[in-house]
């Protein structure tokens, strides 16, 4: 009996200790408030001709990082998480993208990928990424089959393909005076994208496309292509796919050579980059879908952005705001998924509704073109060089179904 | 084709030409006397650029005290790199020209370290336009088509008629002969490296303000100076202004016909001369010393 009063004690005791550790560890202060660490890896150039882009893409990155950081991160199953961003630069380099990508997953073991903008190094990348369960939210500007059996790479910029008709179908409205057009892009995937986007937009809307010029990266002698060009004297010229300090020369040249014209450059051309190469007085009334602080098309989440940005940096990046909102969309979709798993976190992204970015009201879509709901679509600016400032007047929104394509760009 | 067409097509070829003879000349003097392609050409023409914009753009300087600081600081950075680099490797001909490739390498890591690699823009030195007929030219480019003209002419004048000119050509005929007359040619051989420097240099300067400058703006001039050297002959002055004006038509006139794939007439010219003329228009035999 007393052998029995003994066991059923002991029984007690190490009951009690077990209850005792358990609440212990269900209610530990110490655990609830130290916060674990998200690792997020962004591959972009920081060197090199995308260099602008690059960097203004890791400042808008981080800067969209610590305002959710100071707002307490996010809370995944009771357990608290803070961002952290690991920055590589891939030199807007397929083959550097590799080398990025492959740091970052299998040495820094990050847990979502942002970038890269390079269409090549996406292209390079995704055979890594998609192997490996990556949720990449990407900003290439051309590409049209870059999510085309894609299972973990999403679009946040939207490309010419969808913006072009409603850019254009702006400029048709407001310049009707305008009818025939030559394309300059550079010869390379983004500027075959931009050139088809662009045309088939045009072409669709009735104008007249009377050819389609191409230029090697790093051309500084564009005398010839502008003297075919003013030999069918267009009413515009259309220079999306073009890069900056291309740009800055052609439109020079073609300045210097009498074409009167207008320029429209489906693209960002930030004036600051553009006038000292093209001269100030060449630049004036460029229309093109890059943004600025300026203008009365500006959203007011855009206004803040900018004061943000330039109150960290000191300058403004025209390119940045592109990229804020990935960050953003990242952190939405974790929330939604309540977890870290990528395949959880690419349905929640997946299954978004229409939510708020600082350009307006966003939503996924392209099912109907790419096969997934993984291209994002917000509305575009429309801007115009004034007074050597980026002006925006309008807000435009992106067609999800664009025109049939007629391959531009293989046309003899 | 119309008249406008074709007479602005001549204009910007004749453009186009000196542009390519200017960038050239350095290139042809350092093979006519060290036997040796410098591959770094388009990085000591880079310098150039970036020196006037330093001096003239940023300094606010005359335009024309930048071209002459460049020349002068490239003149001293060419001795500087022959007597360190190219004059112990000066009986290899192929280790001199990867010691060349090398230094390329290193001043445009060096210049985007340095000075970053945002493309930067020269202020123009002269502003409007010409018109020509029919035909519409910057005053920037006409400047350089007198100022094209001038080096390429003084330069073949110093060679011809002047004693440092002539002994430089003594050099690169026999060295072994120059020797044996009294000539140092050690010492000769760096000053052809030092003005072959300061050309680059002067081209280099010359043509920022019609484009831009940054690291890499001597990648792309240095690979069709190649290609008016090597018709040219290598090593022949003369050659390289014949080769010059040959390309530059050759392109113009294709890229103007047939877009941006006119860019290979000038690489099947290059083809089909060598295949006829292996030495080029006015090349000759050579040695190496």
């Known amino acids: ?412 | 084709m119309t008249a406008q067409i074709l007479a602005q097509i001549v204009v910007y070829a004749t453009v186009l030409s000196l542009v390519y003879i200017l960038m050239s000349l350095g290139l042809t003097l350092v093979f006519s006397i060290m036997r040796m392609i410098n591959f770094a050409h388009g990085e000591l023409y880079m310098l150039g650029g970036l020196s006037v914009y330093y001096i003239y753009g940023r300094l606010g300087l005359n335009y024309w005290v930048g071209i002459l600081g460049a020349v002068v600081i490239m003149f001293f950075f060419g001795l500087l790199l022959e007597r360190t680099i190219f004059r112990p490797l000066r009986h290899d001909m192929l280790a001199a020209c990867l010691a060349s490739l090398g230094v390329g390498m290193m001043l445009q890591t060096g210049a985007l370290l340095f000075f970053g690699e945002e493309e930067k823009a020269v202020p123009p030195v002269v502003t409007g336009t010409f018109q020509l007929g029919n035909v519409s030219i910057s005053n920037e480019r006409l400047l350089i088509v007198l100022v094209s003209v001038a080096i390429t002419l003084a330069l073949i004048l110093f060679i011809k008629k002047s004693k440092t000119g002539r002994v430089l050509q003594a050099v690169a005929q026999n060295p072994e002969a120059a020797s044996l007359q009294g000539i140092n040619v050690t010492r000769m051989t760096a000053v052809g490296f030092g003005i072959a420097c300061a050309l680059a240099a002067t081209a280099g300067g010359i043509i920022a303000p019609l484009v831009y400058v940054s690291p890499y703006m001597g990648v792309e001039p240095v690979l069709k100076a190649f290609i008016v050297v090597i018709m040219g002959g290598l090593g022949s002055l003369v050659g390289a202004v014949i080769a010059g004006f040959v390309l530059g038509f050759v392109e113009q006139f294709s890229l103007t016909m047939f877009g941006f794939v006119g860019h290979i007439f000038g690489f099947i010219i290059i083809m089909v001369l060598l295949l006829f003329r292996p030495r080029g228009f006015l090349g000759k035999d050579f040695k190496v010393h």
């Open chain 1, 1 to 412: 009996m007393r052998g029995k009063m003994r066991g059923r004690g002991i029984c007690f005791s190490v009951a009690f200790v077990f209850l005792a550790g358990l609440m212990f560890v269900l209610f530990s202060p110490a655990q609830a408030a130290e916060p674990k660490t998200i690792l997020i890896g962004d591959s972009n150039p920081l060197t090199g001709g995308g260099a602008y882009w690059g960097i203004g893409s890791k400042n808008a990155l981080d800067l969209a990082m610590d305002k959710c950081n100071k707002a307490g991160g996010v809370t995944i199953k009771g357990q608290q998480y803070l961002f952290k961003i690991i920055h590589e630069d891939d030199k807007y380099k397929g083959s550097e993208a590799v080398k990025a990508i492959n740091k970052l997953i299998f040495t820094d073991k990050v847990q979502f990928i942002v970038g890269p903008l390079g269409t090549a190094a996406v292209k390079a990348v995704q055979p890594i990424t998609e192997a490996q369960k990556m949720v990449m939210i990407i900003d290439t500007y051309a590409g049209p089959d870059i999510l085309r059996n894609m299972n973990y790479t999403f679009r946040a910029m939207v490309p010419p393909t969808h913006f072009a008709p409603s850019f254009f179908k702006w400029v048709k409205d407001k310049h009707p005076q305008l009818k025939t057009l030559i394309h300059i892009a550079a010869n390379d995937a983004t500027g075959w994208g931009a050139t088809n986007g662009d045309n088939d937009a045009c072409h669709a809307l009735g104008m007249k496309v009377l050819g389609s010029e191409f230029f090697e990266r790093g051309s500084t002698d564009f005398t010839a292509m502008v003297t075919r060009i003013l030999s069918q004297n267009p009413d515009f010229l259309s220079m999306g796919g073009s890069p900056p300090g291309e740009a800055a020369l052609l439109i020079k040249q073609a300045r210097e050579m009498g074409y009167k014209g207008r320029i429209i450059h489906s693209g960002m051309l930030e004036p600051s980059q553009l006038g000292p190469i093209a001269g100030w007085e060449n630049i004036e009334g460029i229309i093109q879908t890059g943004i600025g602080p300026e203008g009365p098309g500006v959203p007011k989440a855009m206004k803040q952005y900018f004061i943000d940005y330039e109150a960290k940096y000191g300058n403004v990046n025209s390119f940045a705001p592109y990229i804020y909102d990935m960050f953003d969309i990242l952190v939405m979709g974790i929330k939604k998924a309540n977890s870290l798993d990528s395949t959880k976190v690419r349905d929640a992204i997946e299954q978004m509704d229409e939510f708020d970015t600082i350009w307006g009201k966003a939503r996924w879509g392209g099912k109907e073109l790419y096969g997934n709901n993984h291209q994002l679509f917000r509305p575009t600016p429309v801007s115009i060089i004034k007074d050597k400032k980026l002006i925006c007047l309008e807000m435009v929104t992106p067609q999800e179904v664009p025109p049939p394509s007629q391959e531009w760009h293989n046309r003899k």
